[in-house]
């Protein structure tokens, strides 16, 4: 099942630690400040200097490549943004790039194209393909659990990009580039698969895990190139929902909790699955209320009610938000649902 080649993947301990051995010297390490005091130690002399991420637009980060110290590799060290703004250097300065997330959140990691913003809006750009990702065992369990757990937002939104493409398709609104295909949708499911059966372990960020939602991550962070640029298999309602949110609120999000919540709202729409992924979410121990991510749900209200505009003006590919009428009795359901779910869960 996991026959499309994904990035080089190496699961150990240390691997921080021999980095300084092997990335070509003088390396730049692409980090967060708060991450960065935690693994200053690791780098020796020659460390180019750290860079610490605060921008994940575009047009400033052509800049910031201009200012950058020389360098002759750059190490990707931290969550999406970090591993994202590291391909983006590298792609631009043509450097070898070593990948180390820090915690499982996103599968930034194992994909070719950072997605940056634009004018507020996500676009997905660059190549890069790093000599290695290393997912090391103790630099992962040190991650906030809801953090690690919230990954599973890349693999189970499958469920509602196949549920939109099937959508799209029913109703000739198919793209020619991308028609639908049944053998990817096969593929995809037996990767979501193995996460739906490893959401104990996940919820435990023991080491198998770990090495499950990385497993199912470096499939899908290569599925994008691997099946010709075509996000249907792999994105749909789930993740326009978090773009909307991000869009009206501004907020900088755990990514898996909104695209959770959009998972759930389009099984909802789409009246696949709805009950079976939000307790897959519960259970994986994501929490997917709005106040655990810092909004309201006032805010979630908006997001809905607005989404057939958004995702239209956004341009992002058919599905059900192009045509759901969606009212606040919808919302309200959504609310009663969610916070059913969580009722007497200790996250
Ligand atoms: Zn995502």
């Known amino acids: 099942m996991f026959d499309r080649p994904g990035f080089t993947t190496i699961f150990g301990r240390n691997l921080i630690g021999e980095l300084p051995n092997i990335a070509h010297r003088p390396y730049l390490v692409v980090t967060m400040d708060d991450l960065w005091p935690l693994f200053e130690h690791h780098f020796d002399d020659h460390l180019a200097g750290p860079y610490l991420v605060n921008t994940i637009d575009g047009d400033e980060l052509e800049d910031e490549v201009a200012r950058l ?4 590799s750059i190490i990707g060290l931290g969550g999406g943004q970090a591993l994202d703004v590291a391909k983006f250097f590298a792609w631009k300065l043509q450097l070898p790039l070593f990948q180390a997330p820090t915690s499982m959140s996103v599968n930034a990691a194992f994909g070719h194209r950072t997605g940056l913003r634009f004018k507020g809006n996500v676009r997905y750009v660059c190549w890069a393909v790093p000599e290695a990702v290393y ?20 693999i189970l939104c499958y469920h509602t990009a196949h549920a939109d493409w099937r959508y799209a398709e029913e109703r000739g609104k198919l793209e020619g580039k991308w028609p639908y295909d049944q053998a990817m949708v096969d593929e995809a499911q037996a990767v979501m698969a193995t996460v739906m059966d490893a959401l104990d372990d996940i919820r435990e960020v023991n080491e198998k895990g770990i090495r499950a939602l990385m497993l199912a991550n470096r499939w899908g ?3 994008f190139h691997n099946l010709g640029w075509n996000p249907r298999p792999i994105e749909g309602a789930d993740h326009f929902l978090f773009y909307a949110l991000e869009y009206h609120t501004g907020v900088k999000f755990i990514h898996g909790q909104p695209v959770c919540l959009g998972i759930y709202v389009g099984s909802l729409l789409h009246d696949d699955r709805a009950q079976e992924m939000l307790e897959a979410i519960v259970r994986a121990g994501v929490d997917i209320r709005p106040e655990a991510m810092g909004i309201s749900w006032g805010d979630v209200s908006h997001a809905l009610l607005n989404m057939r505009e958004f995702v239209r003006q956004a341009g992002l590919w058919y599905g059900i938000y192009h045509d759901a009428e969606i009212d606040q009795a919808f919302v309200d359901t959504v609310r009663v649902n969610v916070e059913a779910a969580y009722q007497g869960v200790a996250l």
């Open 69 to 72: 110290p020389h360098c002759r």
């Open 135 to 154: 997912v090391d065992y103790d630099v992962i369990q040190n991650a906030p659990p809801l953090v690690n757990r919230s990954g599973i937002c890349e």
């Open 221 to 223: 962070g290569a599925a």
